[in-house]
């Protein structure tokens, strides 16, 4: 059902830890890692994205569901 769900964190070094921790147990681990995010997952395939966020704190996710083609997946941005 879903594709990937993205988090904003004021520290990504200890967001990265906790998650590393956490999710070993479920067979998922650090997949990518750059200055700005991580992404965690099973081997290859990340499906939880961290973002850093440098700033006030802002409520938000990024949520992504996965469909089995484009055409499919409908425009839930088009407007009247």
């Known amino acids: 059902m879903y594709d990937h769900i993205g988090l904003k964190t004021g520290n990504l070094d200890a967001s990265v830890r906790f998650y590393t921790a956490a999710l070993a147990p479920l067979g998922y681990v650090l997949c990518s890692r750059d200055a700005s995010g991580a992404g ?18 802002a409520a938000g996710a990024h949520i992504a569901f ?3 083609d484009r055409a499919r997946s409908g425009d839930s941005t088009a407007r009247d």
């Open 40 to 57: 965690f997952g099973p081997n290859g395939e990340p499906a939880l994205w961290l973002y850093l966020h440098n700033g006030p704190a």
């Open 66 to 68: 996965r469909a089995p």
